[in-house]
DNA sequence: GTTTTGCGTTAACAATTTGATAATATTATA
DNA sequence: TATAATATTATCAAATTGTTAACGCAAAAC
């Protein structure tokens, strides 16, 4: 009988999630390495950049924990490593940072990484975080998103406003479904690239408004908000 | 743009947590209902499918307590149609199930609850239920400051006060951030210009005190204490 | 095989917002 | 009160975004 089994344990447990974490400090490697495992993660470890990438080959991780601070490659050069390579691509990666900088911070988003773990590390905010990222992956990818009157079918590839369709082109519904996932969040604009036109593909700043507009301009509805400096966010 | 959504968020967090119950068995509802109401949380109940996404819609629950087998839409359908919508994607669902059939408790966690109880209801399990998964996601919560009325939300890059939204500009929205971060402290000017402008940035101390100024005037309360000869201060 | 169509991108410029500073007034404190 | 520190205000330069039009390119239509 299955009962009483919380909903984040039965999940990593039956898709198995695989985690790499790489860290020079041997102390904080077990305690992450143990809290993990206690939640049915599958673990490997790395103590330096270099191994991180290795292992990152060889263990194909859904998720990557990188301490910035590392002997050899550093943590956001491992990620830019990674970014590179297709079978990288989704994989999510936390970095562990010892200062709240916000600018080590903004390199990080940069890079591509999908959150950030200040240590010391509090083993209940670890694992919440890692939970969160990867309910978030499995959900975000399929099924439809419906905002009040707005429906976005990620499978069809549609959108509708009020029973109406609306026609949107590929990258000017991918970045309205990125948006509207997280109704509110600001995301940045280093965010939308990595989102919407993948790390690797350079493209000048206005690109992003010019969709940005079309969007807007295609559905008529004041629900996308410019935070100046920072980026946009989705708000109905 | 004032959002409709923050605003109630604000107001659940004021206020105390607010659970839906959803149930075709008037019994049961009042059982439940009497015995959350003596711990305070706000209630509110549904007696079928329909009416419990309706009610969810209109107010806004942190938690909701489905029953399986109800007239009309049954609770996995009632879960998996909130799920599709963001506003929904972090509450808490727990689902209520006559039978400790593991086929149904499998396509529960599925389509994306938190936990199960089984009939009858004991009020002490439910209790206890209730309060684990509300600790687990106070935890989970990042990034947002809650310090009285005022609410600072880093990911929203938001700040709103009594539900009333403030817009700040990009170095406003951080300083006060970084005042807010540690009521009471005392920061440097040095400090202040480490954090927020940077350490390579120079800019003249007046530049401080005019955002301050702003500051001050956007928020519209008296909340930054100025130290004099040495720094500022947040208190609310 | 050619034409058409639509997408993604960029350039160029307009519009807007922000942030820094100077100049001046005010306040706190020795 | 004298003095240094901060508050206030207005102004301007710089940064950021909005808008439009145009171009290259690929897929689809002819």
Redesign the pocket.
Known sequence: MISWVNFAQLLSYEYGQKILIADDEPDILEIIQYNLLNENYEVATAKNGDEAIEQAKRFNPDLIMLDIMMPGKNGIEVCNILRMQPAFKDTLIIFLTALSDEGTEVKGLESGADDFITKPVSPKVLLSKVNALFRRLNKEDTGSLLIGDLKIDREKFMVSYQGQDI????????LLALLASKPGKVFL?NEILNQ??GSE??????????????V??KLGIDC?T???????KFDL
């Open positions: 026609i949107l082109a590929r990258k000017e519904f991918e604009r919407v036109w593909v350079i493209v000048g700043d206005r690109t992003i408004d010019v969709h940005i507009r079309k807007r301009q996308i410019t935070v100046k400096g920072v980026g946009y």
